[in-house]
């Protein structure tokens, strides 16, 4: 008799959702922070020549190092002090490969980016919520700091802007946990390019513990998934040693590198996306029955005295895709939407009004009919 044996998963994995990815039919698609600008590349006959020109029987440049060099100039910051990776989520898993392990806590922010949580429990760490207090800003209780300086070697990761929620977080209160925790900390500045701040690059040099994360998925190519990881000689030798070969595949590196040198295109959408999000800001404060939150990233978050996934599901009849974020514990629910272009955005407050106006009818009618 043949005995079939279990395969047992890491523990924590088997709790695990996966990371859920919207896949509907829709006419307007504003659910994932994409830039709504594609670029056209038939205005660029020499970028298509060098595509076919590609040997895609050779491995790419393993360092990426052409591109790099590019985004050191870019950010002032050391060519050999920069890491690529295949998106964020890489290099996010990349810094626990290298940092985490037994005992050694994952922090980040609730409301927030469902990957450090995921990546984190999927990798056998302990992960902690950092319950945002009102207004959505970060702690700075003693309890908390004492907390991250205690004796555990420990990893925080902080969006600013975060996302969902769209804010920067307070910049001494980030400092004061740069000063506090005992271990890694990252800054993930994924939407610095919509933020009128300065970001932490700055500091970068006097923290040895301190990593910064940026993309170019927000500006316009989240299709080639190129990551991009900031930080000291320490951090960069352990990432190195994690890092797999070759993550970053020739296509993502060449065509990466021919936007990445008409800056002038990247800054133009970026300064486009930024008005559009005043444009929408402003009419989305006229509507009845929502409340929007401040943004500094290209999306909006809002809430609604209806109930949010009605909203949603009202919306996406009518061909339009947003984010929607269930009640969960002090939060109420919450709707995401991702600043599209002109017309898009027009689109989006049309469809806005008239399901929220249906919403308010039928919840009326309901009232009328238990009076």
Not at 267 to 287: C, P, S, Y
Request: aromatic letters at 10%; hydrophobic letters at 45%.
């Amino acid at each position: 008799m043949v005995i079939k044996k279990r395969f047992l998963l890491r523990d924590g994995v088997g709790g695990l959702a996966p990371y859920k990815i919207e896949d509907h039919p829709c006419a307007i698609k504003l659910d994932a922070n994409e830039s709504p600008f594609s670029i056209d590349w038939t205005k660029w006959p020499d970028v298509l020549d060098g595509l076919r020109k590609i040997d895609l029987n050779r491995y790419p440049d393993p360092s990426a190092g052409k591109i790099r060099s590019v985004l050191s100039d870019y950010m002032r910051w050391p060519v050999e002090k920069i890491v690529l990776g295949n998106g964020s989520d890489e290099l996010i898993q990349y810094i626990l490969m290298a940092f985490g392990g037994f005992n050694r806590p994952v922090y980040a922010p609730h409301p927030g980016f469902a990957m450090y949580r995921i990546i984190s429990i999927a990798m056998g760490q302990e992960f902690r919520s950092i319950t945002l207090e009102d207004g959505f800003e970060l702690p700075s209780n003693k309890e908390f700091l004492e907390e991250l300086s205690d004796v555990r070697q420990k990893i925080v990761f902080i969006a600013s802007p975060n996302n969902p929620t769209g804010n920067c977080f307070d910049r001494e209160r980030i400092l004061s946990v740069i000063k506090h925790t005992n271990g890694l900390v990252c800054i993930d500045e994924a939407y610095h390019d919509f933020d009128e701040g300065i970001g932490f690059l700055d500091i970068l040099p006097e923290f040895k513990n301190l990593v910064i994360l940026r993309t170019l998925s927000k500006i316009g190519m989240a299709g080639l998934r190129v990551g991009i990881l900031l930080a000291n000689d320490y951090v960069i030798s352990a990432i190195s040693k994690v890092r797999l070969p070759y993550n970053l595949n020739a296509i993502s590196q060449f065509l990466a590198l021919a936007v990445l040198n008409h800056k002038d295109i990247i800054l133009d959408m970026n300064q486009t996306i930024k008005k559009n999000r005043v444009w929408l800001a402003e009419k989305m404060q006229r509507i009845k029955g929502i409340k929007i939150f401040p943004s500094q990233a290209n999306f909006i978050l809002f809430t609604s005295e209806f109930c949010v996934e009605a909203i949603y599901k009202e919306l996406l009849s009518e061909g339009v895709l947003i984010k929607v974020f269930p009640p969960d514990g002090k939060w109420p629910g919450f709707l995401r939407v991702t600043v599209g272009t002109e017309d898009e955005c027009k689109i989006f407050i049309h469809m806005l009004e008239k399901v929220l106006y249906g919403l308010e009818k039928l919840l009326s009618g309901k009232v009328k009919e238990n009076a």
